[in-house]
């Protein structure tokens, strides 16, 4: 399995950017995807993530974030509002199998995309 994040850049705080995860060489339908992000010196921490038809945010982006599949193009979506300065950092993609209790936890995901950067400075 093979994923491909794309749409980062830099912006200006309350821009928006969407950020894609492209899903290759399984179905997507198959698995719960999450996005996470890592700012340098930071551990890597949970942003969304879409299980079953449910939403899931992380506090600090619950409003402004918001994850989204299509299963048919094997992609998943986040659209990122409102922007803010402390939203800096690689955002991931990842994959998973766990159940729903273990969603946040970066390490119960089965797959990774590479990461794009989404910059927010004025």
């Known amino acids: 399995v093979q994923l491909q994040a794309s749409g980062g850049g830099s912006v200006q705080p309350g821009g928006s950017l969407r950020l894609s995860c492209a899903v290759s060489g399984r179905s997507l339908s198959r698995y719960r995807a999450g996005w996470f992000r890592q700012a340098p010196g930071k551990e890597r921490e949970f942003v969304a993530a879409w299980s079953s038809g449910s939403t899931i945010y992380a506090d600090s982006v619950k409003g402004r974030f918001t994850i989204s599949r299509n299963n048919a193009e094997n992609t998943v979506y986040l659209q990122l509002n409102s922007l803010k300065v402390e939203d800096t950092a690689v955002y991931y993609c990842?994959?998973?199998?766990?159940?729903?209790?273990?969603?946040?936890?970066?390490?119960?995901?089965?797959?990774w995309g590479q990461g794009t950067q989404v910059t927010v400075s004025s």
């Open positions: 990842g994959l998973t199998t766990v159940v729903l209790s273990g969603i946040r936890d970066p390490s119960q995901y089965n797959y």
